[in-house]
């Protein structure tokens, strides 16, 4: 283990508790993520992700200057987490990372009245601040995986629908050899390729088991046939090695997709027809192409 990253997450953690303990509008902030798991806890290259409760979000979120005391910054911004909440994003010298979720105090005061747990709060949660004693309604009993939404007939063709025009269109840009397009937009398909697989997993082991989120992890519980089509659907810059994983890309998702249907008893839309079909008629033009 890095005992200089250790170490300094460490002391952040304190300093902007003590920081915090002075400034009104802050009312809790808790550590989520890595830094507060025993499952899959740190490594020497995570960072540290902070949850932060306050009457004047917007101060936090449009503004850099508050880190100042915590630390040298090299860089700060604005953006969203993958579940689109807003955050700061802060890089400080020795390139430690500490991303800020910034969040109002009327989620918090709503959570804890209906005594319920903060979604980030299941694998692990460390406290930080908590000046109105509320952590105890808001804390899961113990540390698990988060209940995942049953996957519903919508739900898979909506997915279906999306992977098969983003898998035609990622065609076309290969065979145009706009290669930066298609590249950007083979990060799209490979989310929803991410979804079914996650799906598979669980036609396959059960509704509980664990997909992590995000790809985190996926080598340990993807399929390891699944993994290693995985492996084969990312390729090369080059038109024909991203055609190629293409066709891998579109192979194993027809495959995944089948079987998540025949597990949970949902119909293939015929999206995936029409864009085959596509691929046959045109397969003159492909080969002269490619």
């Known amino acids: 283990m890095n005992c200089y990253a250790a170490e300094f997450y460490t002391h952040f953690a304190d300093r902007f508790t003590e920081w915090a303990g002075y400034v009104d509008d802050i009312q809790a902030a808790f550590i989520i993520g890595s830094r ?60 430690y990372q500490v991303d800020f979720v910034v969040a109002n105090m009327e989620e918090l005061n709503h959570l804890a009245q209906t005594n319920t747990v903060h979604g980030n709060f299941y694998r692990g949660v460390r406290v930080l601040v908590d000046k109105n004693s509320i952590c105890s309604h808001i804390m899961p009993r113990n540390f698990h995986a988060p209940a995942a939404p049953p996957v519903t007939q919508e739900a898979f063709s ?52 664990d997909t992590w989120h995000a790809g985190r992890f996926l080598q340990e519980w993807a399929s390891p046939d699944v993994y290693a089509g995985v492996s084969a659907s990312f390729g090369g810059f080059h038109q024909s090695e991203s055609w190629d994983a293409l066709m891998e890309s579109t192979a194993l998702f027809k495959r995944l997709s089948h079987d998540v249907a025949a597990g949970f008893d949902f119909t293939i839309p015929e999206t995936e027809k029409f864009v085959e079909l596509w691929f046959v008629s045109n397969k003159d033009q492909i080969a002269g192409a490619l």
Request: a negative charge; glycine letters at 8%.
């Open 36 to 95: 507060a798991r025993m499952d899959h806890p740190a490594d020497d290259w995570s960072d540290m992700d902070i949850l932060l409760f306050t009457t004047n979000p917007s101060y936090y979120l449009e503004h850099s200057e508050w880190l100042e005391g915590l630390g040298k910054v090299l860089c700060s911004f604005s953006t969203y987490t993958a579940g689109g909440d807003p955050e700061r994003l802060s890089l400080f010298e020795g390139g």
């Open 158 to 209: 909506h997915v279906c629908h999306m992977f098969w025009f983003v898998a035609l269109y990622v065609a076309k840009q290969i065979l145009r050899n706009e290669m930066w397009v298609a590249k950007a937009r083979d990060s799209d398909l490979k989310g929803l390729l991410l979804r079914m697989i996650e799906w598979y997993e669980k036609a396959a082991n059960g509704s509980d088991y």
